[in-house]
């Protein structure tokens, strides 16, 4: 009976060890997508000041007049801000998903 005691004592350590692990990783990960977060609202900045320049300089008067429509009373600095969110983190994502193939490849 004892040795079936420590055997399965073994088998918890062993699962307690994985399970650490995991957590770790997991932790790493959420603390990673936390900074590329943080640097993707940073990038967005000068991109959408950059957007908005172009818009204010080279859209025409229906342009603006489709945009104001779209936008239905939201400022144009918004909309400029969110766009460039998403095209950055859109980005980031691919570029990501294409070295996790590249990766996968190499092994």
């Not at 204010?56 to 144009?76: D, H, M, P, Q, W």
Request: glycine share 4%.
């Amino acid at each position: 009976m004892s040795a079936g005691l420590e055997k399965a004592k073994a088998s918890v350590a062993a699962e307690e060890g994985k399970l650490k692990k995991l957590l770790k990783a997991i932790k790493k990960l959420i603390a990673k997508e936390f900074l590329w977060v943080l640097a993707v609202l940073l990038l967005s900045v000068p991109l959408s000041l950059l957007l908005n320049q172009a818009y204010n300089r080279f859209a025409t008067v229906e342009i603006k007049n489709a945009v104001a429509e779209l936008l239905e009373g939201n400022s144009i600095d918004l909309a400029t801000y969110v766009v460039s969110i998403a095209g950055v983190y859109f980005t980031r994502m691919t570029v990501g998903a294409i070295q996790t193939v590249i990766k996968k490849e190499k092994k």
